[in-house]
C-alpha cells in the first residue's frame, strides 16, 4: 500500500512538472500588458518599453505598456495585485511599490503577498548634494555641522514619502543628525530651489544632479550605493565618507500577480534576463542613471524584503506621512 501510494505522488508530481513544462512553452498565446503605476515618460515607464519592444520580437505576441497611474501608484498596483495570475499582466515598477506598504493605513494589496517578483532589471543610485554656500565639503563635514547646529540645515525632497526623503531619513537616522525637512511637489523643484540656495541639501538621483555638480551649482559628497557607481567612480559611497551602515538605491524590476504559475515566471525571467544582458540596452539604462542588473526571482525576493525591513524602520522611526 505504502508503494503505490508513492507511485501515486511520484506520478502526480511528474504531471505537474510535465504541465509547467507544456505551459511555459504555450505561453504567451496572446497579447501581454505590462501596467506601469507612474505616467509615460519616466524611468518605469522608459524601462517597460525597451523591455516590451524586444520580448514582442522574442515572443511573436504584441507586449502592450499601460500606464495607470495615480495614488501615489497605488492605483497601478491595484490593477496587477487582482489581475489574473496568468502571465498576462505584468507590472514594472520602483522602490515605491515598496515604501507604499508603510505610507498608506488602508492597502487593498499587500506587497509579499499579492505580488511574485520576477527580476530585479536595474538600480539607480543618488547623490547627496548640497548648496556651494553650504560651508561643507564632505559627508563628515555634513555630519559635524549638522550636529552642532541641529534642525538648522534645510533639505529638499520630492514629497513626503518619496525616495529622497526616505533616502535622507535614513542618513538622519545613522548619523544622528536633525535636518529640516521642506517637502516639494517633485523632485524637479525640489532640485531648482537647492539650485536657487533656497534649501542646502537633497538627495537627488545621479543623472538628475551631476550636471549641476560639473557646472558648479551644486557640490556632490557621497552616492547612496553600497560601492561606488560604475556611473561616479571617483565619487565616494556614503558609507565611506563617514556614514558607516548607509546604503539606499531606488530599483526598477518587473512583477506578476501572486499565484502565476512558475513555469511561466521562469520564462518571464529569461527573457527579461536575456534582454538586460545585451549591450545596447545596457548602455541604454546607463544613460538614464541606472545600472542594469538581472536578476533570478529569488535575488529579487530578498532585495524585497531587505527593503520591507529598512524602508519600515525609516517611516515608522520618522513619523513619515504622505502630503
Not at 7 to 26: D, T
Request: hydrophobic residues 45%.
Amino acid at each position: 500500500m505504502a508503494l503505490r501510494l508513492r507511485v501515486v505522488q511520484a506520478i502526480i508530481l511528474c504531471l505537474v512538472a510535465l504541465h509547467g513544462h507544456v505551459l511555459a512553452q504555450e505561453y504567451p498565446a496572446k497579447p501581454v500588458r505590462v501596467i506601469v503605476p507612474w505616467p509615460a515618460g519616466g524611468s518605469s515607464d522608459t524601462l517597460a518599453r525597451i523591455l516590451g519592444q524586444r520580448l514582442t520580437g522574442t515572443w511573436g505576441q504584441q507586449v502592450l505598456v499601460e500606464n495607470r497611474p495615480g495614488a501615489g501608484t497605488t492605483i497601478g498596483n491595484e490593477v496587477v495585485a487582482k489581475a489574473p495570475p496568468d502571465g498576462y499582466t505584468l507590472m514594472v515598477t520602483a522602490t515605491a511599490l515598496v515604501a507604499s506598504s508603510f505610507l498608506y493605513s488602508h492597502l487593498p494589496y499587500r506587497v509579499e503577498r499579492d505580488f511574485v517578483p520576477i527580476s530585479l532589471v536595474a538600480t539607480a543610485p543618488s547623490v547627496l548634494i548640497t548648496h556651494p554656500s553650504l560651508p561643507v565639503k564632505s559627508v563628515k563635514d555634513l555630519v559635524a555641522l549638522a550636529r552642532a547646529k541641529p534642525r538648522s540645515i534645510n533639505y529638499a525632497s520630492g514629497g513626503s514619502g518619496s525616495s529622497d526623503h526616505i533616502a535622507a531619513e535614513l542618513f538622519k537616522t545613522l548619523a544622528h543628525i536633525d535636518m529640516t525637512h521642506i517637502p516639494y511637489k517633485g523632485a524637479t523643484p525640489a532640485l531648482a530651489d537647492l539650485i536657487a540656495g533656497n534649501t542646502q541639501v537633497m538627495f537627488s538621483i545621479a543623472i538628475t544632479a551631476m550636471p549641476h555638480v560639473r557646472s558648479g551649482k551644486l557640490r556632490a559628497l557621497g552616492v547612496t550605493s553600497a560601492k561606488r557607481s560604475e556611473l561616479l567612480p571617483d565619487l565616494p559611497t556614503i558609507a565611506e565618507a563617514g556614514v558607516p551602515g548607509y546604503e539606499f538605491e531606488t530599483w526598477l524590476g518587473m512583477f506578476a500577480p501572486a499565484g502565476t504559475p512558475p513555469a511561466v515566471v521562469a520564462k518571464v525571467n529569461d527573457g527579461v534576463t536575456k534582454i538586460v544582458s545585451l549591450n545596447e540596452v545596457r548602455e541604454r539604462l546607463r544613460s538614464m542613471g541606472a545600472e542594469p542588473v538581472g536578476s533570478t526571482p529569488d535575488q529579487f525576493e530578498r532585495r524585497i524584503r531587505s527593503d520591507l525591513s529598512v524602508i519600515g524602520r525609516v517611516v515608522r522611526t520618522s513619523g513619515m506621512k504622505v502630503d
